[in-house]
Each structure stands twice: as C-alpha cells, then as structure tokens.
C-alpha cells in the first residue's frame, strides 16, 4: 500500500512537471510571437531605414518631413534638440530664448527623458537622435512584454494575454509613424504596467516601498502615467470598500487612507518637478479643441467625435480596436449573464471585483478626455489635451480588461465568440498598420525643398498654423521664432499659442499688430498647402512687403518694425502710462475673462486690443537712448544702455519670469511685465551702464529637489528598519518571546 502511494506521489509529481514546462514553453513561443511583431514593425527604425534620415542631424535643416509637411515626427524631434540643447549648452540651459517668447526649460517639461537621454548617448555612443529612436523603440517593446505578464498574472492564459499585449505595440507603432509621439510617454511606457503589478499583488496593502517608489519615478517621467496608476488604484479600492460597507466598520477602510498616504508621498518623491511646477500658470484655455467656445467661433471642432475614437485608428483619432472589443466583450458578456442569471452561474460579471474596477478606470479614462480633464501636466489636471495624443494607458487598461474577461469564460461558444473575436481584431490592426505604411512616408533628402534661409536677421519669425511643425522642430536652433494657433492672445508666459495669425480671417490690422508685438520680423507662408496659409497669404498681399526665396515652397512676409532688436529703450513714465492699459478681469459672450486667461476671442477683445496698440505705438515711438544686447550663455545676457536719463526702462523682448534678476553695477533692479508678457527693465540710472540679466534655478525648484532626495532617503530607511524588525521578531525563539518584551518594556535592568 506504501509503495502505492508512492507511485501515486511521483506520477502527480511527473504531471506538475509536465504541466510546468508546457507553461514555459508557452510563454517563451508567446514571447516570441510578441518579438517577432515588434521586429517585423520595427525592423527599418531599428536598423537605420526610413523615418529618420541623414537629413534629421543636418544642423541647418534639423527636419524630415519630406512630402508629409505636417505628419512628421516633430514631437519627437523637439524632444531631441532639448537633449542637445542641454548637453551643448551645460551648466546654462535653463532658459531658452529662442522657443515662443523665451521660456524655461525644466518648469515645462519632465526631466526624466533628458536625463535618461544623455545617459543613453554617454553610454552606447551614438548621435541623439539614433539614441532616443533606439530608447522608444526598446521602451515600447519593454511596455508590451510588461503588458503580456501582468494579462498573464491575471488572467492565467497565455495565447489571450500575448494577443492582447500587441494592441500596444501596434497602437505605439500607428503613434510613431504618424504624429511622432512624445517620447516621453513612449519610453516610460513600461511605469504602468509595472506599477499596476506591484499594486495588485496586495491590493489591500498599498503602503509598500516598491510602489511607492515607481510612483515618484511615474510622475518625473510622465504625469499622465502617474496620474492613470493613481485612478486605476483608487478606483479600484474605492470599489472594494463599497462592497464592504455593508459588513465592515470603517477601521477595515485603512487601505484607503493608505493609498491616500502614498499618493502624496510620490509627490514628495517627485517635488523637485511639482513645486515648480505649481507655480507655472498655462493660461491658454485649451479650447484649440474647438468644444468649449463652438457656439460663438467659426472653426469645426477638433474633439475626435466617438465614431472616429472607436473606429478610426488608422489616423490616430482613436486608441484602436482594443478598446472597442473591451466594449463589445462587456456588452456581450454582460447580457449573457443576465439571461443566465437564474442558472446560478458562479462567474458573474458584476461579482468579479477586477473586471468592474477595470471598466470603471476606462470609462473614467474616457470621460476625462472627453470632458477635457486629462491633461499632460499635473498642474493642469483640469484643462483639455492636445488630441493627438491618445494617452497610451487607455490601451493598457483596455487589454487587460480583455485578458481579465477570460476569466468569466464557462461555455465552449463563448470561447469560441472570445478567441475569435480577439483574433479578428488583431488582423484588423495588422490591416491597419499596412495601410499607415502605405500612406505616411518620408524621404532621404530634402534639399530640393529646403524650409529655412541661413542669414540673419533681428527679431523673431513665425508660421501660421498648418507650418507649426516647421517652429517646433527649429525651437531650438539660434533663430528665434514663435507660431500661431487659432485665436489666443499673446500675453501667455509659456503658453503653446503665443499670438494669432489667424487673425488674418478677419482684418490684415489684427496680424500685423500681434506680429509686431511678438517682435516678428518675418511671417512665412507654404505656398504649396495649408487653408490658413492661403488665407492668410489673401488678407496680407498688398499690406506688407511679400519676399519670395529661392525655392517653390515656402516665401515671407516682412514685417516692419522700428526696432526689431531683443532689448529696446523706451521711457518709463510713458511704459507705465501703457501697463496701466493690461487688460483685467472681463466678460465676454457671457464668460469671464482674466487678463489673457482662457483668451480666445482676440478679434473682438478691445481691451486686449487696446492695450497691444498701446504697447506697439510704445515701441514704434522715437527714443534717443539705446539698448543693446548680447547673450553670453542662455542664462547670462549683457545688455549695454547709452545716453540713458533717469526716466529711462529697458525693454526685453523675452517671456517675463520671476527667475530673471538685473542687477545695474551690482546693484539689483526691479523687473516688471509690460506688453505679451516681456519684461521691463527700470534701473533708474542716467549715462552709460550695463545690465546683467541672468537667469537662475528657481527656489522652487532647489527646495524640490531637497524635499525629493530627503523623501527618498527617509522612506529607504523607514522600510529598511521595519523590515530589520521583522527580521529580529521572525528569528526570536518562541521560549524567549515573553523575556523579550519584558526586556523592551524596560523592566529588565
């Protein structure tokens, strides 16, 4: 009977075995199969082919479009020339005077892709671009093989997880190939998965080190990573403590306050990018997006309707086909199991906790964006996104949600409807992705088009809006230049829209008066496309002197300023008499409008009107005392006034930011804003003297970095001493126990 057993024993124990290895055969081929989709995707990026060209590092170019004007991949190089910017620019690249009207470089945008860029560049070699090409690509293909293991981890099927994890490789690929996704968002892909995991391996114990930890990283890397980890999580807790009021008191809630706790301490971690951060105030309304102010402006909407969310994914106004079969699967699954109710089936879809946390996140998800509460910066949480930039965790969750349906799988024609249903829409991407090859492409070589002139010349250029791309990629090259969008005003520090050409729809005045305010000195026009080109070209032909340049593309207007140079002299009582003109709080269309917040309605904004004239008749005027400046680094700018009076300001033509001081022989000098937000410049000093301008790292900015390090450093230790607790308590002999809680009371001397 003993050796019975036995047998009995090896042969479960040759089944487990068997069963073990099939497991890892299976993940190891679907890996392979998640491999073997990237490779086929990637393949021409990854060894050097197409997309991006020896023309991308061209210096004088710095652009790839070829044919494609705006479907190139200017938000990814942008991203790039930050990098470079950075590295060539060290210790002073803080400020940037050539982007929009001179901005700041790290209150804008996440530090962590720059600095896991250079480290990149440092360690393999290669140029910026191949190195962030080769970061997205890999960071993409990490995010996938993260998205396979957590379907995996809760699901337990590997063909369902390994299918559903290439609707992010696919949906990163469309992104790519068309708009040039951020990278940011791209490379640090792999964060919400990953966080997702640790999270939902003790779900009910949030406070841990691990996800604390990858939650500060999130939101240095991406806050949009960040902020999706922290809905997911609260929704799905706050669903489990409303299953349990019923039954339990709210000392069992602790989970929740936990969360709470770890959510603030990640952005303790993340202070050196917060605080600053809290302090920028992006006053454009967002409404580019054509939803908020439709009844009173002219344009079509460019909110992506639900059709095209759902169903358009081949020109990236939609996260893809795996949010629709999340959609059908729930509806199909959902209505099987009313009608099967009475059955007593065990699996029901509202009793699986997973599945309707996961639903509820989506859904969320979905309505943020559509009510433009899902934004790319923290400090914005309440303003719209870009709508192009499809947030690539709404795949992420809908792939699990999928995986997760699996489980409440009990019929073989449900199987069958499940398998084949994923399958069908896995080729539909496939098809998909064909197409996007077919359409987008680029070219090696651009020189028989060639987009920017090499002399120089004083003040700033611009685009109108279909060539915004063109202002984007060269943002940082030493041509300062700034582009138009829509109807935004211009006195918004930082703001992606600095002023409208597109004032240009109703009167040739308008333009040319945001355009001299903005110090441009040329407005170029693609002849060869774009509506608002034309449009714009129409209002102006005639008004200002037209340039054509030796190619078919592109030609210039001239604008006419008195003074095009970046620091001008002007008279401070006649300055002042202009700030008193900055426009207040107001109403227009039944809407309240504070200086330029929300501003979208320039053509019939007379106080902003009001005061820009104002401002430009300041400029234009005559003024015997001059300013010169030179710039010795983006930081540092030595500005040379002669035959000042007393009354005499200084004008610079650079975004006004508390981080600027000006000190006249060592002695600080106050700066003020005037005009789009410039800054003014009051020494109070007749004769001859200079000015040093500088920019310095913020308060702000140095307090963040000390509460971020200070945070990490206590959380490592406080989690290293609870741990050598449990330790101690887990190695004391159970004889010894009662001796050692006396000897702690302190009853034992």
């Not at 964006?369 to 899902?374: A, I, L, Q, R, S």
């Not at 949480?381 to 930039?389: A, E, M, N, P």
């Not at 995986?403 to 896995?426: E, G, R």
């Not at 998909?432 to 020189?447: C, D, M, P, R």
Request: proline content about 5%; charged content about 15%.
């Amino acid at each position: 009977m003993k050796k019975s057993n036995d047998s009995l024993g090896h042969s479960e124990l040759a089944i487990e075995k068997t069963r073990g290895s099939k497991k890892w055969l299976g993940l190891f081929f679907a890996t392979v199969f998640i491999l073997v989709i990237w490779l086929a995707l990637d393949q021409k990026l990854l060894f050097g082919e197409a997309w991006l060209s020896e023309t991308y590092d061209n210096p004088d170019w710095k652009t790839n479009e070829g044919n494609l004007h705006t479907y190139g991949a200017w938000d990814l190089e942008t991203h790039i020339w930050k990098t470079e910017y950075i590295t060539q620019n060290f210790p002073n690249y803080e400020w940037n005077p050539y982007w929009y009207l001179g901005m700041p470089l790290l209150k804008y945008y996440q530090i962590g892709f720059y600095i896991v860029h250079i480290i990149v560049i440092a360690f393999t070699g290669l140029s910026a671009a191949k190195s962030a090409l080769m970061m997205i690509i890999f960071g993409h293909l990490i995010a996938t093989l993260f998205t396979f293991f957590l379907c995996y981890k809760l699901s337990r099927k590997i063909w369902i997880s390994a299918l559903c994890a290439t609707f992010v490789l696919s949906n990163t690929f469309l992104s790519l190939r068309s708009y040039g996704w951020e990278p940011i968002t791209v490379v640090f892909l792999f964060l919400y998965p990953l966080g997702l995991y640790l999270f939902l391996r003790e779900p009910l114990r949030p406070f841990r080190f691990w996800l604390i930890l990858i939650l500060g990283i999130s939101f240095l890397a991406h806050p949009l990573i960040w902020f999706s980890l922290c809905m997911i999580m609260g929704i799905y807790l706050l669903s489990v403590a409303l299953r349990q009021s019923g039954t339990t008191n709210l000392r069992s809630k602790h989970y929740v306050l936990q969360f709470i706790g770890i959510v603030i301490l990640s952005l303790f971690i993340g202070a050196v990018q917060f605080l600053p951060q809290i302090t920028y105030n992006q006053v454009t309304s967002g409404a580019h997006m054509g939803l908020q102010y439709l009844p009173y402006y002219q344009v079509p909407p460019n909110i992506i309707s639900l059709k095209d969310f759902f169903f358009d994914a081949g020109n990236l106004k939609g996260p893809g086909p795996i949010i629709m079969i999340s959609f059908f699967l729930l509806i199909i699954f959902a209505y099987i199991h009313y009608i099967s109710k009475k059955k007593n089936y065990t699996k029901q879809l509202h009793k699986h906790v997973l599945i309707m946390g996961l639903t509820a996140a989506l859904l969320i998800m979905i309505a943020f964006y559509y009510m433009e509460f899902y934004n790319i910066f923290p400090m914005n949480f309440l303003r719209s996104i870009q709508y192009h930039r499809i947030i690539p965790e709404f795949v992420i969750t809908a792939a699990l949600l999928v995986a997760v349906l699996s489980k409440v799988i009990y019929t073989h024609k449900q199987k069958v409807m499940y398998y084949s249903m994923l399958i069908a829409f896995v080729i539909a991407s496939g098809i998909i992705i064909y197409s996007v090859q077919n359409h987008w492409e680029t070219t090696k070589t651009i020189s028989d088009k060639p987009e920017f002139i090499h002399d120089t010349f004083p003040g700033r250029i611009s685009f109108p809006f279909t060539d915004q791309s063109l202002a984007v990629r060269n943002s940082f090259t030493n041509t300062p230049q700034t582009y138009g969008y829509y109807e935004q005003g211009i006195t918004n520090a930082y703001a992606d829209e600095i002023f409208s050409v597109s004032s240009g729809y109703h009167n040739a005045h308008l333009t040319i008066l945001y355009l001299k305010a903005a110090d441009v000195s040329r407005l170029y026009i693609n002849r060869e496309e774009g509506e608002r080109d034309k449009i714009v070209f129409d209002r102006l032909s005639g008004v200002l002197p037209f340039v054509q340049v030796n190619n078919s593309r592109y030609a210039y207007f001239e604008i006419p300023l008195t003074d095009p140079s970046f620091s001008q002299a002007v008279n401070e009582n006649a300055a002042a008499a202009v700030q008193k003109l900055n426009p207040q709080c107001r109403i227009m269309f039944k809407e309240t409008y504070c200086g330029s917040v929300k501003e979208e309605f320039v053509s019939t904004d007379t106080e902003e009107i009001r005061y820009l004239t104002a401002y430009v008749n300041l400029t234009d005027s005559p003024y015997e005392p001059k300013a010169t400046m030179d710039m010795l680094n983006p930081n540092e700018y030595v500005i040379s006034v002669k035959n000042a009076e007393q009354s005499t300001a200084v004008i610079v033509k650079m975004t006004h930011d508390p981080d600027f001081s000006a000190t006249v022989h060592g002695k600080k000098v106050p700066i003020t804003s005037i005009g789009p937000d410039f800054m003014l410049i009051s020494p109070h000093t007749a004769g001859n003297y200079v000015i040093t301008l500088k920019y310095s790292t913020g308060k702000l900015f140095l307090a963040g970095f000390i509460v971020s390090l200070v945070s990490i450093l206590s959380l490592s230790a406080y989690f290293i001493i609870q741990r050598m607790k449990r330790k101690k308590n887990k190695k004391l002999p159970p004889e010894n126990a009662s001796f050692y809680l006396y000897m702690k009371r302190g009853n034992m001397k």
